[in-house]
Structure formats: C-alpha cells, structure tokens
C-alpha cells in the first residue's frame, strides 16, 4: 500500500525529479507497474494463500491496472498534468509483466525445491 500512496504522490508532482527526465515516460510506467504488480501478488500470497497462483496473478494485475487508470484520471484533474491513455496502457504492460514475472519466479522456485 505504502508504494501505492508513492506512486500518486510521485504522479501529483508539479515537476518530475531530473534524474526522472533522463528516462521514457512510459519506460517509468511500465517500470514502476511491474513492482506494484510483483508487490501486489506478494501481498495476496501471503494474505489469499487460498486463491492459488492464477487467483493472486489475476487479482494483483486487476487492482494495478484499475490503480493506474485512477492515477491517470487523478492527473486529469490536476491542471497541470494530464491523463494519457497511453501511459494506462504502459501500466496494464508493466503490470502483466510484473504478475508474469512473480508467476514464473514461483513456479521455478518450486520445482527447484521439489528436485533439490
């Protein structure tokens, strides 16, 4: 959550940092996504053991990508950001490799502890 609040804090700011404008704005989506997303399936393993691997995958790219369209319409209210469509889809990409990432980080780290 608190990476969440990070997030719409950065994303409410009047001026990027300098170091950020060195870097693709979409770049830093689907960048800063994929953590949300990768910490989101962390959390529901350890919260929704229950859901399985595709349950949390699914559940922590949804509440990312429903996140970062709340981001973009926050920002379009703000008069001096502005709300992209195509910085949601940078999101939605960076969350579906987050969650891809996290689900086959999983599944080898299992089957490593299954032969070893």
């Not at 693709?24 to 990768?38: C, E, I, P, R, T």
């Not at 949804?62 to 999101?91: F, H, K, T």
Request: aromatic share 12%; with cysteine.
């Amino acid at each position: 959550m608190l990476y969440a609040v990070l997030i719409f804090v950065l994303g409410s700011l009047r001026n990027t940092p300098p170091a950020a404008r060195e870097v693709s704005d979409k770049l830093q989506h689907a960048l800063g996504f994929a953590l949300l997303a990768w910490l989101w399936c962390r959390a529901f393993a350890r919260l929704r053991p229950r859901w399985g691997l595709r349950g949390l995958m699914g559940g922590a790219f949804l509440v990312s990508v429903a996140l970062g369209g709340v981001l973009e319409l926050w920002q379009g209210l703000l008069g001096y950001r502005s709300c992209e469509l195509l910085d949601w889809v940078a999101d939605g990409i960076g969350a579906a490799a987050g969650v891809a990432l996290f689900g086959g980080f999983t599944v080898w780290r299992a089957r490593a502890r299954r032969s070893g």
